[in-house]
């Protein structure tokens, strides 16, 4: 590993590269590599989906939508209407219409697991998205610390350079006041 990198971990973390966790080392590279750490998450996640998750998100985006909600609500309106009222004598399925109980268990049988792998995969990305705050965050944070590091630096290079003056200038005094 670099020496730079070595010197970084130890000056801004007060630690040894070797013992940091491997998203602090890839920080610390990026850092002595002054390149940006920053990605679209998002993006990332999206083209590593398959066709099936793909639809499962949209399955589970239209079932959460009043779209649905709404055409839902009308289809079962028809569904009663047409089954009390226009065919009274000849109701396919009659009250207490056992064919919807039927159909609509087996939409929540199918659409409930279809959510729930919806919903594991947007907390994936989640844990994905802390994960990369994190990598930022830290890389902001030791940005700072290093740039804290040479604004020190420089203003005790300047109070050197001061007292220096300051010592030149008291010679220069005292070598007036002895003659």
Do not use: C
Not at 131 to 146: R, S, T
Request: no cysteine; proline share 2%; net charge negative.
């Amino acid at each position: 590993m670099d020496d730079h990198v070595k010197r970084l971990a130890e000056k801004l973390l007060h630690t040894g590269f070797d013992t940091l966790s491997q998203r602090d080392q890839r920080v610390l590279i990026r850092i002595a590599e002054r390149a940006h750490i920053t990605r679209d998450i998002e993006a990332d996640f999206e083209k590593k989906l398959s066709l099936g998750e793909r639809l499962a998100d949209s399955v589970a985006e239209f079932g959460g939508s009043w779209t649905f909600i709404i055409i839902f609500g009308l289809g079962l309106a028809a569904w009663v209407l047409l089954n009390s009222w226009i065919l009274i004598g000849s109701a396919f399925d009659p009250f207490p219409f056992i064919f919807l109980n039927l159909m609509l268990s087996m939409l929540a049988a199918i659409q409930a697991p279809v959510i729930m792998m919806s919903q594991n995969r947007y907390a994936v990305k989640d844990r994905l998205a802390a994960a990369h705050d994190y990598e930022v965050n830290l890389k902001a944070e030791l940005e700072i610390m290093a740039l804290h590091d040479k604004l020190d630096q420089i203003r005790n290079e300047e109070i050197s350079a001061l007292i220096s003056e300051q010592q030149r200038q008291l010679n220069l005094l005292l070598k007036f006041i002895e003659r």
